[in-house]
């Protein structure tokens, strides 16, 4: 757990150094975020344990000496089975309770940080609304991240729609705490705003105003952000701080909605082909001429003409509303199966910690190893593997290649047949692989053949 803390701490230092936050603050955004650390430690930890144990009991001969008192692994086991068995229930109970409350109160945390230091709301390379404009910045540099460089910024104003454009290659936020108000400094950009005349006809001719500037000033007010609660708890908007029932109820109702816009623009497409209304329009004709190529020939040429040039133009259009509410539709579906993975994660990783103890503890027995060597290499691969194809599964599942179901359950379901055959082997005191079940067809091969005797041996 403290090298993961660790880790996140290296990840969000650079969002926590520097933007004068109090050390009370920077501990509750810690103590918040750890919550999330336990389905990667948790499964993790008892993989390891297990292996370390198990590997010294038998390094150290207690096996052996259970077994001369007719004591099998199972049984050796089953004080631990039981144990592991109610930390999968505390996992899942943990899971579906403390780590939603914790990822709320970490999110909010975040948000609200972000609006006490603006600069902290600028993320590179997207549009951010900050006061009244919105800005997107190419690159952030400096100590407070202060200096931006390659700026866009689309200014608000009463008129809906953005008229009001500005670029500059290079700005400087400056500002101080003691003050409401946080100076953008713009250097070597331009002006663009499009005005709009009350008169028709002149609007028409889209008039524009456009300036060039070495230095442009714009002042925004922080009187709302400077008057922030970090203790708000506004935002609750993400799956993660939902527990089981609360996730069902919200895929649930998302489910619900998909499939009705789904059929909603099913039948406004219907509705904007004609093809239900085509038999009330049009009446076909009793013969037609073997002149008559095509529909196109009954007509003359302009109004073949026209008649292509609207087929045309209401086909592109039909395309180009397909291909929006097809991005409309795909990311619904992958809010869906967010959920529908946030919701197995839960019963997975109570599942994961007694599957994985069952990988461990013979595993232990086997390698005969204890310590903090050979078990723990062991361990970190076999939970990478099983960490791996989770992560690549439950990607695959957002698009909707694979059902979330399965995604989240992959690894689980790949680790118990090995969990299965481990316990088997170290039961029968078999080896870790069986190379004499590979070997000995090769050598009733040879010996039939004549080419090795019965007393020869292969090592």
Not at 383 to 398: C, D, Q, V
């Amino acid at each position: 757990m403290f090298i993961f803390v660790l880790q996140t701490i290296w990840l969000y230092i650079g969002e926590l150094a520097g933007k004068d936050l109090d050390v009370e603050i920077i501990l509750k955004f810690l103590l918040y975020f750890s919550p999330k650390l336990v389905p990667l430690v948790l499964p993790l930890s008892i993989l390891l344990t297990s292996i370390m144990t198990f590997g010294s009991f038998a390094e150290n001969y207690e096996f052996a000496a259970m077994k001369s008192s007719g004591i099998s692994l199972q049984r050796a086991m089953s004080g631990l089975t039981i144990f592991v068995f109610l930390v999968s229930l505390t996992a899942f109970f943990f899971s579906n309770n403390v780590i939603p409350a914790a990822e709320f109160k970490s999110i909010n945390l975040r948000k609200n940080i972000a609006k006490l230091k603006p600069a902290m709301a600028i993320s590179e390379n997207i549009f951010n609304e900050v006061g009244n404009i919105n800005i997107k910045v190419e690159e952030k540099s400096g100590d407070n991240d202060q200096f931006l460089r390659d700026i866009i910024i689309h200014k608000k104003n009463q008129r809906s729609g953005n008229f009001t454009v500005m670029k500059a290659t290079e700005g400087e936020l400056m500002g101080s705490t003691d003050s409401d108000v946080l100076s953008l400094v713009l250097k070597d950009g331009n002006y663009y705003d499009e005005i709009q005349p009350n008169d028709a006809a002149k609007r028409k001719n889209k008039p524009y105003a456009k300036s060039y500037f070495e230095e442009y000033i714009i002042n925004i007010d922080l009187s709302e952000f400077n008057n922030v609660d970090l203790d708000d708890e506004n935002y609750h908007n993400s799956q993660g701080m939902l527990n089981t029932s609360e996730l069902r109820e919200s895929i649930d109702s998302f489910s619900t909605n998909y499939n009705k816009e789904v059929k909603i623009f099913k039948e406004s497409m219907l509705s904007r082909s004609g093809a239900a209304t085509l038999e009330l329009n049009y009446k076909p004709a009793d013969t037609i001429t073997e002149t008559e190529a095509s529909v196109l020939d009954l007509f003359n040429a302009q109004q073949a003409s026209q008649i292509t040039g609207f087929a045309i133009s209401s086909a592109e259009a039909a395309l180009s509303h397909i291909k929006l509410k097809k991005q409309d539709f795909k990311i619904s579906f992958r809010q869906i199966n967010k959920y529908e993975i946030a919701l197995h994660e839960k019963y997975a990783l109570a599942a994961a910690c007694f599957v994985l103890f069952f990988v461990g503890a013979p595993l232990g027995a086997i390698i005969r190893k204890g310590g903090m060597g050979l078990p723990m290499v062991i361990a970190i691969l076999l939970f990478l593997t099983y960490h791996f194809i989770g992560i690549f599964a439950k990607n695959s599942a957002e698009d909707g290649s694979i059902s979330p179901f399965f995604a989240t359950w992959l690894p689980t379901i790949i680790m118990l047949p090995l969990g299965i055959l481990l316990t088997y082997r170290a039961t029968t005191d078999q080896g870790l692989f069986a190379f004499d079940s590979i070997f000995e067809p090769f050598k009733k091969l040879l010996k039939k053949a004549g080419l090795i005797k019965k007393k020869d041996k292969i090592d």
